[in-house]
């Protein structure tokens, strides 16, 4: 069975390995799968391709957002490498 861990701490978790600020549409409270991955996913992986394939597993239905660097939800197709740049300005 997979560990359940509260959204604010998954959220810490991607944010620590992916360099990738995230918020979950959920409760504090709630809880959902732990992020268990070791490395961080490739940078020419696409925003729906990283939420498909290992955020939105995880979170039990809950919505999601991205948040890029200017404080706006960049486009799906935008690759994961230019968001995390978009981090440094």
Same mark, same amino acid.
């Given at each position: 069975?997979? *560990?359940?861990?509260?959204? =604010?701490?998954? *959220?810490?978790? @991607?944010?620590?390995?992916? *360099? =990738? ?10 809880? @959902? ?23 939105? /597993? ?15 939800? /960049? ?15």
């Amino acid at each position: 069975m997979t *560990e359940k861990i509260s959204v =604010i701490e998954f *959220e810490a978790k @991607v944010l620590e390995k992916e *360099e =990738i600020v995230i918020r979950v549409r959920a409760s504090f409270s709630a809880k @959902v799968s732990d992020y268990n991955y070791d490395r961080k996913a490739a940078k020419n992986q696409t925003i729906t391709g990283f939420l498909t394939e290992r955020i939105k /597993p995880a979170l039990n239905g809950y919505g999601v957002v991205i948040v890029g660097g200017d404080y706006t939800t /960049p486009h799906s197709r935008t690759k994961l490498g230019r968001l995390r740049k978009s981090y440094e300005k």
